[in-house]
Each structure stands twice: as C-alpha cells, then as structure tokens.
C-alpha cells in the first residue's frame, strides 16, 4: 500500500496548484506558520483558502515553503 500524503515545495507551486482546487491543503510557510483548509482559487503570485470556519485566507504563493495534500485514491 503506497503512501498519499504528497509534498509540493516552492519550485513547483506555480505549475501544480491549478489541478488542485477543491483540495485541502495544509500550507506551511517560511515563517513556521500553518493554514488548513480548501483551495478555493488560485491567482498569479497567490492562493485562497476557506477553513473549517468558512473563513477565506490568501496566502502570496513567495511565503509558502511546502504545500501538503492527501491524494485521492481512483476507488
């Protein structure tokens, strides 16, 4: 059984991010600080999530280092 955590690091988030909308995320920026939550849009040079609060944050795609997703499986 493989692994569906899959790790998205700052060279990659420009190309990647688009196939990912309606995903939840857990973004992890260069400051140590952590968002979670669905990716709602995804803009030139930044992101918007919704929380679990329904609350919407955008994030500029230079302060994020790592984008964690969980993989949805095809069964």
């Known amino acids: ?16 991010l688009p196939k990912l909308n309606g995903y939840v995320l857990h973004v992890v920026l260069y400051s140590g600080h952590t968002h979670l939550g669905e990716l709602v849009s995804c803009a030139e040079g930044s992101l918007s999530l919704r929380d679990a609060r329904d609350h ?3 994030i500029p795609l230079a302060d994020i ?3 964690i997703y969980d993989q949805r499986s095809t069964f």
């Open 1 to 16: 059984m493989g692994k569906r955590l899959t790790r998205l690091f700052a060279p990659d988030l420009a190309l990647r």
């Open 56 to 58: 919407r944050h955008t």
């Open 65 to 67: 280092d790592t984008i």
